[in-house]
């Protein structure tokens, strides 16, 4: 099996169904549908039931778990596809040709160990935006520190956890963002980006309590995995950066900037250079 799609679910049959239908709806079938339930109340189960016989290669299971991210682990442990996409309870595939179109990318660009495409955003108030995440351009620990690589529209290959582990999970927002920084930015993984939308994101559970939490677990992450030195320099110096590389989109702009800091440098050097011949005297 190329593919296994795993969905994970606690209490949200309403969202559960729109993410079973939609996978259900690809025109490819050749893949495997894991769907992990927290043990839900809501009606949650029978929805699985009632949609099961729509797919030829499908798995779930009903139990308690200790969390989104033991529930992924879990799914991951279920699956047999050669790679693997979580696409939560909620959450929508954005065609019905998507998935083909994903294993067609994927074949041609050399079966990479890390693929993503674009997540559509979809906001309570009706407004849609494309997140196409870094596009393409090289991940690097800069581009991790201040963002991450979206978790829904990316295929991994399965063995990709047992040689960089599994999610961890006493996180319980960051652990994908983690996983992506050991795998890529600490690994040797090179993602592969397809200019594809391919999945539809529920932003209604975001909030600023999870933003919150966020920063907090990715604080505590970098201050385990990346030296303090190195830190302390990201922790100075990546708001400027990054300002700067937004600067370079306008030309204008940056070459205005570019030329007031080579004024000032200069007044600085003459400064010094008259502070010198002073002493001197």
């Known amino acids: 099996m190329k593919l296994s799609i795993i969905t994970i679910n606690r209490n949200n049959a309403a969202g559960l169904e729109k993410t079973i239908k939609s996978v259900a709806s690809q025109t490819f079938k050749e893949f495997e549908y894991v769907v992990v339930d927290g043990?839900?109340?809501?009606?949650?189960?029978?929805?699985?039931?009632?949609?099961?016989?729509?797919?030829?290669?499908?798995?779930?299971?009903?139990?308690?778990?200790?969390?989104?991210?033991?529930?992924?682990?879990?799914?991951?442990?279920?699956?047999?596809?050669e790679y693997v996409q979580i696409l939560n309870s909620g959450d929508c595939l954005a065609s019905e040709e998507v998935t083909e179109q994903m294993l067609e990318a994927a074949?041609?660009?050399?079966?990479?160990?890390?693929?993503?495409?674009?997540?559509?955003k979809c906001f309570p108030d009706g407004r849609i935006m494309v997140d196409k995440c870094f596009a393409g351009q090289e991940i690097t620990m800069l581009?991790?520190?201040?963002?991450?690589?979206?978790?829904?529209?990316?295929?991994?290959?399965r063995d990709l956890f047992e040689k960089y582990g599994y999610y961890d999970e006493s996180l319980k927002i960051v652990s994908d963002w983690k996983w992506f920084l050991q795998a890529i930015v600490l690994g040797v993984e090179k993602p592969h980006y397809i200019d594809l939308d391919v999945t539809l994101f529920d932003m209604t559970g975001v909030s600023e309590t999870n933003k919150t939490m966020g920063k907090e677990e990715r604080k505590?992450?970098?201050?385990?995995?990346?030296?303090?030195?190195?830190?302390?320099?990201?922790?100075?110096?990546?708001?400027?950066?990054?300002?700067?590389?937004?600067?370079?989109?306008?030309?204008?702009a940056y070459k205005m900037v570019w030329f007031m800091d080579r004024c000032l440098f200069k007044m600085e050097k003459m400064k010094r250079k008259n502070n010198k011949i002073t002493e001197y005297k």
């Open 220 to 252: 505590r992450v970098l201050e385990q995995l990346v030296p303090e030195a190195v830190l302390n320099d990201y922790e100075h110096f990546a708001f400027p950066i990054d300002q700067m590389k937004r600067l370079k989109r306008h030309p204008w």
């Open 143 to 157: 581009g991790l520190y201040t963002g991450s690589l979206n978790h829904d529209p990316a295929y991994i290959r």
């Open 39 to 81: 043990a839900s109340t809501d009606g949650s189960v029978d929805v699985i039931k009632k949609l099961e016989p729509w797919f030829a290669h499908m798995k779930w299971v009903s139990e308690p778990d200790k969390g989104i991210y033991n529930a992924m682990n879990k799914g991951i442990h279920m699956a047999s596809g």
């Open 107 to 120: 074949a041609k660009a050399g079966n990479p160990s890390i693929m993503y495409g674009n997540m559509v």
